[in-house]
C-alpha cells in the first residue's frame, strides 16, 4: 500500500484547508485511516481517524473545526480543516492500517501545513 498527502500549504489563522490522501497498490487491505501531525521536537501525534465503517475519532484539540472523511471507491482520505490557529502548523501525515484500529501499518509522506497569525 502506498499513500500519497496533498494539499497542505500556508493560510491565515481563522482560514481553511483540504488535506487529501490517496491510497494506491494493495488497498483491499485497509480498513482505519487517519492522519498524524509533528512539530519539530515533539512526537507525533494522532489527530483524526476513521474506521472502515466511517466511524471517526478526533483528538480534542481538533475537534469542532477538523473533519476526516473517505471515499472507499475513490481510495481517498480527506481532512477537511477550518478555523485554523498557529498551533495547528505542523507537518501532516496520513495513515493506514489493515485492522480496524489506530492506523500504523502504512505512512504517507508529511505534508506542511503552516498557519500564520
Known amino acids: 500500500v502506498q499513500l500519497q498527502a496533498s494539499g497542505g500549504g500556508l493560510v491565515q489563522a481563522g482560514g481553511s484547508l483540504r488535506l487529501s490522501c490517496a491510497a494506491s497498490g494493495s488497498v483491499f487491505r485497509i480498513n482505519a485511516m487517519g492522519w498524524y501531525r509533528q512539530v519539530p521536537g515533539k512526537q507525533r501525534e494522532l489527530i483524526a481517524f476513521i474506521r472502515r465503517s466511517g466511524a471517526t475519532d478526533y483528538r480534542d484539540s481538533v475537534k469542532g473545526r477538523f473533519t476526516t472523511s473517505r471515499d472507499n471507491a475513490r481510495n481517498t482520505l480527506y481532512l477537511q480543516m477550518n478555523n485554523l490557529k498557529p498551533e495547528d502548523t505542523a507537518v501532516y501525515y496520513c495513515?493506514?492500517?489493515?485492522?480496524?484500529?489506530?492506523?500504523?501499518?502504512?505512512w504517507g509522506q508529511g505534508t506542511l501545513v503552516t498557519v500564520s497569525s
Open positions: 495513515a493506514a492500517d489493515n485492522d480496524d484500529v489506530v492506523p500504523a501499518d502504512y
